[in-house]
């Protein structure tokens, strides 16, 4: 896919159009989860991701019947999915169509009721103070360039007590090459200082991506208001650094 030039359109418009050609394509987590799945999340057989291999642990989750979840570019037919199944009342804020046309599909099939919002999360959110009890937040913020913005507006939307669950990338992803063999670039991956990494990016269609250090990330959402619950770490569930048990993604369970 050819992204154009920076100054042509926002790489948030690029990302969007991406991820729709992903969802075409079959893309693991733009596939909606199945019927069968949904019946056995109601008798309290599920899972959710926040990163690629590791199941949230479910007392990070708590009882979710008549809680309002937020799911923080996380559509695609599956997290939310499984929350409306449990009972909760959700709504997806993601920018892919195809990503919020997946959560609108599932729902008319099974029967319940979702808001389906498509929208930017680099810009202020459209809901009101203390309107969740959680925000789920999948791996995503690769795709923007700021981080500390979207933590201070979770926390806003965000009720006192209320959680956020997060996944994130930690950056070592980006240092390398393709294969995983080598190191070949310092970080920070920023394609809008660099240009030369849009290319790259394009080459392989990627979208365009950012990498974001722990300190963004963790030390942002602390600055934001949060208090830091519990963590762990995952790997790329796939390559040389898996193989070698190389942890590249972080998720984080934090309380307003």
């Given amino acids: 896919m050819k992204y154009g030039s920076l100054e042509e359109k926002t790489y948030q ?3 969007s159009k991406v991820i729709d050609s992903w969802c075409r394509d079959g893309w693991e987590w733009g596939t909606p989860i199945d019927h069968e ?8 057989d599920w899972n959710v991701l926040l990163t690629t291999t590791k199941p949230v642990p479910h007392s990070w989750l708590g009882d979710l019947k008549g809680k309002r979840i937020l799911g923080l570019a996380s559509g695609g037919g599956q997290q939310m999915a499984v929350f409306s199944a449990l009972g909760a009342k ?10 919020c046309e997946s959560d609108r599909l599932v729902a008319q099939r099974e029967g319940y009721e979702i808001e389906v919002i498509q929208g930017d999360m680099t810009k202020p959110l459209p809901f009101g103070d203390e309107t969740f009890d959680m925000v789920f937040h999948p791996v995503s913020n690769c795709y923007i360039r700021e981080v500390e913005p979207v933590f201070k507006e979770v926390f806003r939307v965000l009720k006192k007590g209320g959680s956020f669950l997060g996944g994130y990338d930690i950056g070592i992803n980006y240092a390398f090459n393709e294969d995983e063999t080598a190191l070949c670039q310092r970080l920070p991956y920023d394609p809008v200082s660099d240009p030369s990494l849009l290319k790259e990016l394009a080459d392989v ?3 365009i991506q950012f990498s974001h ?4 990330q963790i030390g942002g959402q602390l600055k934001a208001g949060f208090t830091l619950k519990d963590i762990y770490s995952d790997t790329n569930g796939t390559g040389n650094l898996h193989d070698h048990n190389v942890p590249s993604f972080i998720a ?3 309380v307003k």
Avoid at 37 to 44: D, I, M, S, W
Avoid at 90 to 99: A, H, M, P, R
């Fill in 213 to 216: 250090t722990i300190d963004e």
């Fill in 13 to 15: 418009e690029i990302n």
């Fill in 90 to 99: 959700c709504t997806v804020f993601d920018y892919s169509g195809l990503q």
């Fill in 37 to 44: 799945t949904f019946l056995r999340a109601k008798e309290g």
């Fill in 252 to 254: 984080t369970w934090c």
């Fill in 205 to 207: 269609d990627d979208g």
